[in-house]
């Protein structure tokens, strides 16, 4: 009713048996076959899943792949491509869509965010920046956190 709430654990959270120390912002959505899934950011690790193991979604298991979009790291061939944190997945047409928040490599500098696609929800494609900044927008130092896209209309 929006007035009377109630309490609940927190669905996901760092700990001993995990991987990551820390987990940020992310997104849901329903999966192809109905299940409804966390797209987060692994501190320092990348981006993760889980899934909802009840109705209620108060029970949620890990994707046993995380990260499934591994953080590069100095030295890593994609260090200088991409950035990984901030998801925001979404799916259409049969595929998979994940938009990654950030700045343009390999400075650091501007805003945009990077787009990846998957069949699966484990095995992820580069494909390119989602958007290309524009210093009218904002300024050198901006990034992309927590970006988002939907239909309108």
Partial sequence: ???HWRFHPPALKPGPDVPEPGIFSGCA????????????????????????????LISWRRHPANPVIVEPKRG????????????????????????LG?????HDI?????????????????????YNPNPH???????CACPDFFKLG
Wanted: hydrophobic share 35%.
């Fill in 29 to 56: 959505l329903i999966t192809r076959e109905g299940v409804p899934a966390l797209v987060y950011y692994g501190m320092n690790t990348g981006i993760c899943i889980a899934y909802a193991e009840d109705d209620d």
């Fill in 76 to 99: 890593d061939p994609d260090f200088d491509v991409y950035r990984v944190f901030d998801p925001h997945a979404w799916l259409a047409d049969g595929v998979y869509h994940m938009i």
């Fill in 102 to 106: 950030g700045r343009v490599k390999p």
């Fill in 110 to 130: 501007r805003d945009t965010a990077y787009l990846f696609t998957s069949t699966d929800l484990e095995h992820w494609d580069y494909q390119r920046p989602f």
């Fill in 137 to 143: 927008w904002t300024d050198e130092n901006e990034d």
């Fill in 1 to 3: 009713d929006l007035v």
